[in-house]
């Protein structure tokens, strides 16, 4: 976190194609909402894990969606770290006492939704016992950091989004899931920031 956030830059590259050029105003629309994910680093043995979820199917815009544990900001939230601090340990059990607090990523904004999300970077010291909340994750993606590095991981298709919407869609295939949107773009800049300002591996 020592270099410059590579942001835009690494958003588009896993950025459904055409681009909604909205995601990168800056002017948001009055109307948007600020929302807080959490990407939580801890050990399983010598390796480095940290948790996707899926979304159940309901009636809305990111339904059967992986996304990053987290939600949009309540008024009793003194900040967007406490926002995803708090929502994690909602819906993924994670005692928001025990994570220690990194950083952050690049503000995103997702269009359809009007959700401003703040990636927040934590880590606990030892493998948390995940518990999900059933009404708002249908599973627990327990994902190791470094299958992100691997080539083929990155994939692409077309995904229909709706009656008359297609986009050629960059995505991460992980565990047998498509993720793919702001939570790839967001994976992105993770990747890049992890790679160090001279795109070496940082240790």
């Not at 009656?163 to 993770?190: C, H, K, R």
Request: avoid cysteine.
């Amino acid at each position: 976190m020592k270099f410059p956030l590579p942001g835009k830059k690494a958003h588009l590259q896993m950025s459904p194609m055409p681009v909604d050029m909205r995601r990168f105003d800056s002017v948001l629309p009055e109307n948007h909402r600020k929302s807080g994910v959490l990407i939580l680093f801890y050990p399983i043995g010598k390796d480095t894990y940290f948790p996707l979820i899926k979304r159940p199917e309901y009636q809305g815009f990111h339904s059967g969606q992986v996304a990053f544990p987290g939600g949009k900001m309540e008024q009793g939230d003194e900040n967007i770290i406490q926002t995803a601090l708090r929502e994690a340990e909602e819906e993924v059990g994670v005692d928001r006492r025990d994570v220690q607090v990194l950083g952050s990523l690049t503000e995103l904004f997702i269009p359809t939704s009007k959700f401003l999300v703040s990636p927040i970077l934590g880590f606990v010291e030892k493998q948390p016992d995940f518990i999900p909340e059933a009404k708002e994750v249908s599973r627990i993606i327990q994902t190791e950091l470094p299958l992100l590095f691997g080539a083929e991981v990155k994939k692409r298709k077309t995904l229909t989004v709706s009656q008359n919407v297609n986009l050629d869609t960059p995505y991460f295939e992980i565990d047998g899931e498509v993720v793919w949107g702001a939570t790839a773009m967001i994976l992105s800049e993770l990747i890049q920031v992890l790679k160090g300002s001279d795109g070496e591996l940082l240790g």
